[in-house]
């Protein structure tokens, strides 16, 4: 139940061509601690509920539990969540042995655009696109739960 996770910004629009899927995301937060986060999430008419925990020194690898749940439950939880729901659409695009997910928000985050990859291990090497721009694992303000609390049309 450990999550191996790199971010990205992201400087062109170029992924779009490249996409395999895309998908619209909506989510909130139950809980946004930094030590634990809990998030009601809608993604292709599914739902879900997932449970992070705070992640290490590098920010690479943290604790992460997600189940599905009933669509009509995660609509439910979304109207008890914090205040600041996120807002994106996803983009799934292959590269090499790996998928980078590319989300773009809309509402109080529009004008962010962060890639992320998942990995086996830590020092795991990937092939990296022309697109990516700025490294920023573990940096706090790129996570979701911040986002929610201090978007980035604010900064």
Known sequence: MQEIERKFLVHSLGFIAEAF????????????TPERTVRIRIKDKKGFITIKGKGDES???RFEWEKEIDLHEAEALLKLCEKGAIDKTRYLIKKGNHTFEVDIFEGENKGLIIAEIELSEANETFQKPSWLAEEVTGDEKY?????????????
């Open 21 to 32: 899927h895309s998908q619209k995301i909506a989510q909130g937060y139950l809980n946004s």
């Open 59 to 61: 920010g690479i690898t």
């Open 143 to 155: 996570y979701n739960a911040y986002l929610s609390k201090k978007p980035f049309t604010t900064w």
